[in-house]
Nanobody
Framework: QVQLVESGGGLVQPGGSVRLSCAAS????????MAWYRQAPGKQRELVAT???????NYADSVKGRFTISGDNAKNTVYLQMNTLKPEDTAVYYC???????????????WGQGTQVTVSS
């Protein structure tokens, strides 16, 4: 079984910064990629950033230059550093791992429970 636990959300003022963390526990053998998604009220979940196992990153246009995704494969942990936050960044943020479990041949998607980030003065 694989469990993802997120931390680091909260209330932050516009222009501020926050760092999210997501640690996976369980029988992970290999990670193909890690990602962060977000979902604002009344909107669909959207991809924010991804990082592959070789360190390649990709970002949504709305967060380029402000957010940075990083990962520690040895610790099965992914981070999202969010700077210059805007009210429109307010959402529940979810981490996602595409990983292979020990003894399994296929990869599967695993999700965190979500953490709220609210940008407001």
């Amino acid at each position: 079984q694989v469990q993802l636990v997120e931390s680091g959300g909260g209330l932050v003022q516009p222009g501020g910064s926050v760092r999210l963390s997501c640690a996976a526990s369980g029988s992970i053998f290999r990670i193909k990629y890690m990602a962060w998604y977000r979902q604002a009220p009344g909107k669909q979940r959207e991809l924010v950033a991804t990082i592959t196992n070789d360190g390649s990153t990709n970002y949504a246009d709305s967060v380029k230059g402000r957010f940075t995704i990083s990962g520690d494969n040895a610790k099965n942990t992914v981070y999202l550093q969010m700077n210059t936050l805007k009210p429109e960044d307010t959402a529940v943020y979810y981490c996602n791992f595409n990983a292979q479990r020990r003894g399994w041949l296929s990869y599967a998607d695993y999700w965190g429970q979500g953490t709220q980030v609210t940008v407001s003065s």
